[in-house]
């Protein structure tokens, strides 16, 4: 499987995924506009709460192709940042104090040849770090497969997806084999004292559906991947965080190849919940990408919705001018209001 | 081409109430109640009901808890064997009523 880049795909076009986004693909589909749903609960236009957390793509760069994937991330995706825009983004961080959590993410972060450089140079600043791990990335070369001690090191908290606790399921949403391999790494990560308790390691699972449907109670789900990880592997973990698939990229064109777009654009809607809309993660995250532009969210960075006015480069970082920003919001949000909300940290009501 | 079931006719569901409020309420009071965790999973709950949807035969249910039980992580596998246990209970009832057919015939035949 190849990115939609690499397959030529007009959903691998920004501009593309937004017309699809507003205007559907039959003549008389309409979905309530996003930003009137904001209206109707007080909440438009969108403002930031408390600048917190300064989430980082260090590039698209990936060793997995899975199909739900939002960033079109993959091993032939060569975009990655530069060490220039990391030191920028260690001197926005050191001249903003305020944002207390950096939150890595890719692709694969760890394929980045800065990336261990970037960790530790952050970990001097006294940052909480988040990496977004997709375990199989530990086993796929040599070079990889100290991540874990790495991470205990530099006191990072792990977040990895594992879409199911079972094969079937996660193989069919991330390839052939991940299933084993995240299992693995999972056991590498307990074996450095990840996910158990008093260790102070954290390690966070993420599930999201392999389907057009939205996730379950985040809680019951939470329990049954620690029976079933625990009963058949011997893992543990710290929480699940249930995330919505967003209606971008790979998954858009999954939606749409299936017959499911207007039927899951619609669920969304239904699923509207004006309380985790309060709680959308955009509210207290800024999203830099490998270039170094500003995005309110990593979902409006894949859709090219850059921050307009003077603050749209992390070399014009201003906490105070971002703090009074008007953040972007289109069709695509439905995802992170829906049910008890999604977000990077899972469900938000 | 019309039918009598309309699979838009789903989302009405929660209008049942308006042609009697009070009656409906309750009704959808105690549905709600009913598929909670408690001494069943909520999970659990979504499986039998797709079974026993497809033992009363409701398109409406069969659409609804099909998506359910599969947002709830059941197999295919898993959901399939849930009708399975539908129809062997449905089939069964039909044939256990063999024993009166062979109870009368043996009642009359010489």
Redo the contacts between chains.
């Keep these: 499987m190849k990115s939609l880049l690499a397959e030529h795909s007009r959903l691998a076009i920004a501009s593309e995924q937004i017309d699809i986004l507003e205007h559907g693909q039959s003549p008389g589909y309409r979905l309530i506009p996003f930003q009137q749903q904001l209206e109707a609960s007080g909440l438009y236009p969108l403002h930031p709460t408390t600048l917190e957390v300064f989430q980082v793509n260090v590039g698209k760069m990936c060793n997995q192709v899975c199909k739900h994937c939002h960033v079109d991330a993959g091993p032939d995706r060569k975009e990655i940042m530069s060490q220039e825009t990391m030191q920028l983004c260690l001197e926005a961080l050191k001249n903003n104090p305020s944002l207390k959590t950096v939150d890595i993410t890719g692709g694969a972060p760890e394929m980045n040849p800065h990336f261990r450089w970037f960790v530790e140079a952050i970990k001097k600043l006294d940052r909480h770090i988040i990496v977004r791990c997709n375990l199989t990335i530990i086993l796929a070369n040599s070079k990889y497969n100290h991540l874990p001690e790495f991470y205990k090191q530099h006191q990072v908290e792990v977040v990895s997806s594992l879409p199911f606790y079972t094969q079937d399921r996660t193989d069919r949403q991330r390839g052939n084999g991940v299933f084993e391999d995240s299992i693995k790494a999972l056991q590498m990560l307990n074996g450095v004292g990840y996910g158990l308790e008093e260790t102070g390691l954290t390690l966070n699972l993420v599930y999201n559906p392999a389907g057009a449907f939205l996730p379950p109670s985040q809680l019951a789900l939470e329990k049954e991947y620690k029976t079933a990880l625990s009963n058949q592997y011997g893992i543990a973990f710290n929480n699940l965080f249930a995330i919505t698939n967003l209606p971008i990229s790979r998954f858009l064109d999954y939606l749409l190849q299936s017959g499911n777009y207007e039927k899951y654009m619609e669920k969304l809607l239904m699923a509207y919940n004006p309380v985790a809309a309060a709680n959308v993660m955009c509210r207290n995250t800024i999203s830099v990408g490998w270039d170094g532009y500003l995005y309110d969210c990593d979902f409006n960075q894949m859709l090219d919705l850059k921050l307009s006015g003077s603050c749209r480069h992390i070399a014009q970082f201003n906490t105070e001018k971002l703090q009074n920003r008007e953040i972007i919001v289109g069709q695509h949000c439905y995802g992170c209001t829906a049910g008890a909300g999604s977000s990077c940290g899972g469900a938000v009501a | 081409m019309e039918t009598y079931y309309n699979p838009d006719d789903l989302?009405k569901f929660g209008n049942l109430a308006d042609f009697q409020k009070n009656l409906g309420d309750k009704f959808f009071a105690y549905y709600g109640e009913v598929f909670k965790?408690d001494a069943l999973?909520?999970?659990e709950k979504s499986l039998i009901a797709l079974a026993v949807a497809h033992a009363v035969q409701c398109p409406y249910c069969i659409d609804a808890y099909s998506?359910d039980a599969?947002?709830?992580?059941w197999?295919e596998a898993q959901m399939m064997e849930a009708v399975h246990v539908a129809c062997a209970i449905r089939g069964g009832a039909s044939l256990v009523h063999g024993v009166q057919m062979m109870n009368k015939v043996k009642e009359i035949a010489m």
């Design positions: 989302k965790d999973t909520a999970r998506s599969f947002e709830k992580g197999s």
